[in-house]
């Protein structure tokens, strides 16, 4: 089913109008109102989902970076899995 514009929805000739139209005007005008908030909110969402990927990857990165040089100067894996905790799987997949 099409969503109406406003303009859709507001295009009403003058014999049209009764009680009736203009409450389901109004339902309507209600509901294209919610559907906007709606979109709008699903849009900065969408935008702090992506931020928050992003933060993640890069905050993974450098904790891959630090288990490197810290697994390079004597701390084992297991040590590591337990800094970080996360698996040793994990750890190995850093560090090789």
Do not use: Y
């Not at 406003?6 to 009680?19: H, L, N, R, Y």
């Amino acid at each position: 089913m099409k969503k109406k514009t406003k303009k859709e929805i507001m295009t009403v000739k003058m014999e049209e109008i009764s009680p009736e139209k203009l409450a389901k005007i109004d339902q309507e005008m209600m509901d294209l109102r919610i559907h906007d908030l709606t979109l709008s909110s699903l849009h900065k969402l969408s935008k702090d989902r992506k931020e928050a990927v992003d933060k993640l990857s890069n905050l993974e990165l450098q904790c891959k970076v630090r288990a490197m040089k810290a697994h390079s100067i004597g701390f084992s894996k297991r040590e590591l899995a337990e800094i970080f905790n996360v698996t040793t799987n994990t750890i190995t997949k850093w560090v090789g």
